[in-house]
């Protein structure tokens, strides 16, 4: 890629430094830094109102801060905002194209707003339909879309240049299991082609599968930050989980799970689930509690070692969880 | 690309798109197509018979009103596009590209000159049927169309401007009835002149609608004995049409591109 050529070697693709963006008393961010190195792909993850999509917009060149910098393949997206614009794809919460054009008539329209020039458009139009499955509706006027094909026709719409940074704000919101899968599928393809990648996200599965590095925020403010399997660390160590046949049992299934619980025995599903935080030994807790069961005639219909979601590790950084709103 | 030939290029992409709607979303044809003949036949055979120009056929005098009134009413179509492009995802998409901050604009407000020249076509086939002539020659007819297209231009700064600021579609079409409305029946364009009371008369004879009427009249030869008035304005109608056409566009092209820039900053 030639834009790294010309980059530093230890400089990211992506990186902001302390941005700030108030908005009356409300300060959307209140000094967030991130970086995402050439090639890797950074979640950031928060609740509504966390800041996420105002992050976003500050490092596409959409908002400007209060204060910070913002650079992206090597430029300073304040002082020079239409070469970074040249350097970012960019698709939105809100599928972002003309509902009465056509999916080709969408894509020519943004390679010629690109300067890519007439012919170049129209190839890389119908290169992006084929890619992105999308050619058996090419020629319908895109209001007609589900709201999974209207997204991958916005993401297409991102990748009309070829950008080397890409940029996509909550890319699964509101889809249906399917078409968040075809997603997950085409974002993983681009990050296969080498792309550096930043995507905010509420859903801490979508960090987990996707990210390489995941940025915890809420309030406009990084809480967290690490891989997947260290923000679980963070929490502690592994649960056991017990469901039982019957909610007899439950009793006697406590008092075992008690002897090598760390903390409380959360006991749900009218008396059937049982769960506990083990310590460092959960293998062997996880054995010794399966032997109690069998000398106890507690019968289970599944048992097993479970690590935290990020799920709990939400909660147990932020105090709530992650679904709630918080403005 | 050069600064110009980039914006000459992206202007010219985002008027493309908009012409495309012509044919996806009726209610333009409508717009465009079908209310102009209404209002040709409405005012030819309404007031036909009720009011007096003298020298001259009332249906044959009336036209270059009907014209007047639609190019300045087909301004609302600017205000109204931009206000529903800024409400739509697509806004979103031009502003992530590196394209000219003023294409958005220039692209509405060149393709409305062309659903200007389709309204005036078609007036001009319904003008012919119900008895209007043009009785001077091509070029002067020529020129009174382009006379109309130019100031339907300007006028449509002033509404793309008012657009980015209103808060929906429907407060534009309001809005711009509330003041279009006075601005073209208190014009020559329907009613003589010399037929306003005093207090109105003046009004009349300044009002800029009254002189691209005029002027297009004049050039079509459907003027009879004269304008009724002595004033400067209808005495020079193309010279004062066009006064007016390039201090609108002056005031009003800057400050659509500055409030474009302060709307989509949010």
């Given at each position: 890629?030639?834009?790294?050529?010309?980059?530093?070697?230890?400089e990211?693709?992506i990186?902001?430094t302390g941005?700030?963006?108030?908005?009356?008393?409300v300060e959307?961010l209140?000094?967030l830094?991130?970086?995402?190195?050439?090639?890797k792909?950074?979640?950031?993850?928060g609740?509504n109102g966390?800041?996420?999509?105002?992050?976003?917009r500050?490092?596409?060149?959409?908002?400007k801060p209060?204060?910070?910098?913002a650079?992206?393949?090597?430029?300073?997206?304040?002082a020079d905002p239409a070469a970074a614009?040249s350097?970012i794809g960019?698709?939105?919460?809100?599928?972002?194209?003309?509902?009465?054009l056509t999916?080709y008539?969408?894509l020519?329209?943004?390679?010629r707003?690109?300067h890519?020039g007439?012919?170049?458009?129209r190839?890389?139009?119908?290169?992006?339909l084929e890619?992105?499955d999308l050619t058996?509706?090419?020629s319908r006027?895109t209001k007609?879309?589900?709201g999974?094909?209207?997204?991958?026709?916005d993401?297409?719409?991102?990748?009309v240049?070829?950008p080397?940074v890409i940029?996509?704000?909550?890319?699964?919101?509101g889809l249906?299991p399917?078409?968040?899968?075809?997603m997950?599928d085409?974002?993983?393809?681009?990050?296969?082609d080498?792309a550096t990648?930043?995507l905010?996200?509420q859903?801490l599965?979508?960090?987990?599968?996707?990210a390489?590095?995941?940025v915890?925020?809420d309030?406009?403010?990084?809480?967290?930050?690490?891989?997947?399997?260290?923000?679980k660390a963070q929490t502690?160590g592994?649960?056991i989980?017990?469901?039982?046949?019957s909610p007899?049992?439950s009793?006697?299934?406590?008092r075992v799970?008690?002897e090598?619980?760390?903390g409380?025995?959360?006991?749900?599903g009218?008396?059937?689930?049982l769960?506990?935080?083990?310590g460092?030994e959960?293998?062997?807790d996880?054995?010794?509690v399966?032997q109690?069961f069998e000398?106890?005639?507690?019968?289970v219909?599944?048992?097993g070692?479970?690590?935290p979601t990020l799920?709990?590790v939400?909660l147990?950084?932020?105090?709530?969880d992650?679904?709630?709103a918080?403005? | 690309?050069?600064t110009?030939?980039q914006?000459?290029?992206?202007?010219?992409?985002?008027a493309q798109?908009n012409?495309?709607?012509i044919v996806?979303?009726?209610?333009?044809l409508v717009?465009v197509l079908v209310?102009p003949?209404?209002?040709v036949l409405?005012?030819a055979?309404v007031?036909?018979?009720?009011?007096e120009?003298?020298g001259?056929n009332?249906?044959?005098?009336?036209?270059?009103?009907?014209?007047?009134?639609?190019?300045v009413f087909?301004?609302?179509?600017?205000?109204?596009?931009?206000a529903?492009d800024?409400q739509?995802?697509?806004i979103?998409?031009?502003?992530?590209l590196?394209?000219s901050?003023?294409a958005?604009?220039?692209?509405?407000t060149?393709?409305?000159?062309v659903?200007?020249?389709l309204s005036?076509?078609?007036?001009a086939i319904?003008?012919?049927?119900?008895?209007w002539?043009?009785r001077?020659?091509?070029?002067?007819a020529i020129?009174?169309?382009?006379l109309l297209?130019v100031?339907g231009y300007a006028i449509s700064?002033v509404?793309?401007?008012?657009?980015l600021m209103?808060?929906?579609?429907?407060?534009i079409n309001?809005?711009?009835?509330i003041?279009?409305?006075?601005l073209t029946?208190?014009s020559n364009a329907?009613v003589?002149?010399?037929s306003?009371?005093?207090?109105?008369k003046?009004?009349?004879?300044?009002?800029?609608?009254?002189?691209?009427?005029?002027a297009?009249?004049?050039?079509f030869?459907?003027?009879?004995?004269?304008?009724?008035?002595?004033?400067?304005s209808?005495?020079h109608?193309?010279a004062?049409?066009?006064?007016?056409v390039?201090?609108?566009i002056?005031?009003?092209?800057p400050?659509?591109?500055?409030?474009y820039?302060?709307?989509?900053s949010k």
């Amino acid at each position: 890629m030639p834009v790294s050529s010309v980059m530093a070697m230890s400089e990211p693709m992506i990186s902001a430094t302390g941005l700030v963006k108030r908005y009356k008393d409300v300060e959307a961010l209140a000094g967030l830094d991130l970086a995402v190195p050439e090639g890797k792909v950074l979640a950031l993850l928060g609740p509504n109102g966390a800041g996420k999509t105002t992050a976003v917009r500050c490092l596409t060149t959409l908002l400007k801060p209060d204060a910070g910098a913002a650079r992206v393949a090597g430029i300073d997206v304040l002082a020079d905002p239409a070469a970074a614009k040249s350097k970012i794809g960019l698709s939105g919460q809100y599928a972002a194209v003309d509902e009465h054009l056509t999916a080709y008539e969408n894509l020519v329209m943004i390679g010629r707003l690109y300067h890519l020039g007439r012919t170049r458009a129209r190839a890389r139009a119908q290169e992006l339909l084929e890619r992105f499955d999308l050619t058996e509706f090419a020629s319908r006027p895109t209001k007609t879309y589900s709201g999974g094909q209207r997204r991958r026709l916005d993401l297409a719409g991102a990748l009309v240049a070829a950008p080397p940074v890409i940029v996509l704000d909550e890319p699964t919101t509101g889809l249906d299991p399917r078409s968040r899968q075809l997603m997950w599928d085409v974002i993983r393809e681009l990050v296969g082609d080498g792309a550096t990648l930043l995507l905010t996200t509420q859903y801490l599965e979508e960090a987990d599968v996707l990210a390489d590095d995941i940025v915890v925020i809420d309030h406009g403010r990084e809480i967290a930050h690490g891989t997947a399997d260290e923000l679980k660390a963070q929490t502690g160590g592994q649960r056991i989980e017990v469901v039982l046949v019957s909610p007899a049992d439950s009793e006697a299934a406590s008092r075992v799970l008690n002897e090598v619980a760390v903390g409380e025995v959360q006991v749900s599903g009218g008396g059937r689930e049982l769960g506990a935080a083990v310590g460092d030994e959960a293998a062997g807790d996880l054995l010794r509690v399966l032997q109690a069961f069998e000398r106890d005639a507690v019968k289970v219909l599944d048992v097993g070692l479970r690590r935290p979601t990020l799920d709990d590790v939400f909660l147990s950084l932020t105090g709530h969880d992650s679904t709630e709103a918080d403005q | 690309m050069s600064t110009m030939a980039q914006a000459v290029n992206d202007g010219w992409v985002v008027a493309q798109r908009n012409l495309i709607k012509i044919v996806r979303v009726p209610e333009i044809l409508v717009f465009v197509l079908v209310s102009p003949i209404m209002f040709v036949l409405l005012f030819a055979y309404v007031f036909g018979g009720a009011i007096e120009t003298p020298g001259v056929n009332y249906r044959e005098w009336l036209i270059a009103g009907i014209f007047g009134q639609t190019i300045v009413f087909g301004a609302t179509f600017t205000g109204a596009g931009l206000a529903e492009d800024m409400q739509k995802g697509i806004i979103d998409r031009f502003r992530s590209l590196p394209m000219s901050n003023s294409a958005v604009l220039v692209g509405r407000t060149s393709s409305d000159v062309v659903y200007n020249v389709l309204s005036l076509i078609i007036m001009a086939i319904t003008g012919f049927i119900v008895g209007w002539r043009i009785r001077e020659g091509f070029l002067d007819a020529i020129a009174g169309f382009a006379l109309l297209l130019v100031f339907g231009y300007a006028i449509s700064w002033v509404m793309a401007w008012v657009g980015l600021m209103v808060p929906s579609v429907e407060v534009i079409n309001n809005a711009s009835f509330i003041v279009i409305m006075p601005l073209t029946f208190v014009s020559n364009a329907f009613v003589p002149t010399s037929s306003f009371n005093s207090v109105l008369k003046p009004v009349v004879e300044w009002n800029p609608v009254s002189a691209v009427t005029q002027a297009s009249r004049d050039l079509f030869g459907n003027t009879g004995v004269g304008p009724g008035s002595d004033a400067w304005s209808l005495q020079h109608p193309v010279a004062y049409t066009l006064f007016w056409v390039v201090g609108i566009i002056a005031m009003f092209a800057p400050l659509a591109v500055r409030q474009y820039r302060l709307t989509t900053s949010k």
